[in-house]
């Protein structure tokens, strides 16, 4: 299509439509051939039935969840459900059905999710004047594909935050609050960036997260009760004192991170005390969150400035950085960083920045490059190109430019 002609607003949503077939399709085949019982989804799926058979109160009882999974899945390896309690209602329903129905399900509610993230940004991205090529570079991203395949929430905290972008741009910071606290099912995710908001003094936006983690708060009670509450604090508090307690496998895992606690867990590996990592991970954090909040806050002064964009992307980007937890798939919230960032109009000029940001963007977007991490087990060092890109984007956020038609560059 050219740039004389572009497609249609009906052309770029049946474009849209059709990659999430396509997405559907692959996941339904690769479904066949890997063992769904194998996926993250046993961990919700289990958490429904708890609560459905009525047994809520024991649903962090890890004596409970071995039994059911050692019955339904032949489970010898406990796989832990540290999600909040709130979340376990939502998998109820699903939990009505046999898992692998449930499963595919679940699928198709997350490309229908995907589906719905990518209506909400198309006209702040360079959706409308490059589908075809934007939709590729979306389906070949691995990340997503573990998402779905994983049976993963990471999709769903996708669409939240496109949600919450739209409704910044709209001026609307009450339901951007609203829809960060609805993310609280991923909280080590969605707490750095509502702590940068809260650095920013966006007290509509803090009122709205305040009001709906407040109900959530209430959900969790009602759902398991004052005792599966307390039993849930528990497992988080412990899970944090005792990392490398061999139940949790936290310390498996620390490589397939890439976080910065994740990163100097890897190379400090049997050198210091988790308690010192802890401590260096929140010293380099720290000071990550800080200069975002206040070059973010520059930009809400500058009234002139047209880099809304590029900030919210470089804060959702330290956000996954500096999170407690993240693993591989939930580096699906790039494909609302990325986009954000090769539309802004600052990405038009040539500039050094640009440069970096390609480069990083290339590393993180090459497929061979995950299966080789994964093979090293060495996910970790993606946290520097986290860190690269999330920088690069602030610094070309300074570039203040005139708004102009996006372009993929």
Known sequence: MSAAQPPTRNEVHIAICLTAISLF????????????????????????????EGNSAKLYDLR?????????????????????????????????LSYVKAYVLWGAINVLL????????????????????????CSLFLPLWGALVKGQTTVVLLAL????????????????????????????IVLPFVFICFLRSKWKLMAGFAAVAFV??????????PVGVHSY???????????????????????????????FATLFKGQIATVY??????????????????????????????????????????SQVTAHHLYTYDLTLMLLVVPLVVSSPQ???????????????????????????????????????LVAIALGTISLARKTKQPTPCAMG
């Open 25 to 52: 399709f692959v996941f339904l085949l690769m479904a066949v051939v890997i063992d769904p019982r194998n996926a993250d989804f046993t961990g919700y799926y289990m958490a429904g039935l708890i609560v459905r």
């Open 64 to 96: 409970e969840q071995a039994r059911i999974q050692a019955q339904l899945f032949g489970r010898k390896n406990l796989l832990i459900n540290p999600h909040p309690p709130f979340e376990a209602l939502c998998f109820a329903a699903l939990a009505r």
């Open 114 to 137: 995907w589906l719905l993230s990518q209506n909400l940004i198309w006209r702040h991205t360079p959706i409308p004047l490059h589908p075809n090529r934007y939709l590729l570079f």
């Open 161 to 188: 935050f496109s949600l919450t972008f739209v409704c910044l741009k709209r001026g609307q910071d009450l339901r951007a609050g609203a829809c960060l606290g609805l993310g609280l099912f991923k909280f080590p």
């Open 216 to 225: 959530l708060g209430l959900l969790s009670v009602i759902a398991v009760g």
């Open 233 to 263: 604090m528990n497992l988080l508090i412990d899970m944090v004192r005792n990392p490398d307690n061999p139940a949790y496998g936290t310390t498996r895992y620390w490589e397939s991170m890439p976080t910065v606690r994740g990163l």
């Open 277 to 318: 990592l802890s401590v260096l991970a929140a010293a380099v954090s720290a000071p990550l969150l800080f200069f975002t909040a206040w070059r973010w806050r520059q930009e809400d002064r500058d009234r002139r400035g047209n880099a809304q964009g590029l900030m919210f992307a470089a804060a959702l980007t330290i």
């Open 347 to 385: 990405w038009t000029e040539k500039s050094q920045q640009r440069k970096v940001l390609t480069a990083a963007i290339m590393i993180l977007f090459f497929p061979p490059v995950y299966v080789l991490l994964t093979k090293w087990k060495a996910m970790c060092i993606l946290a520097p190109v």
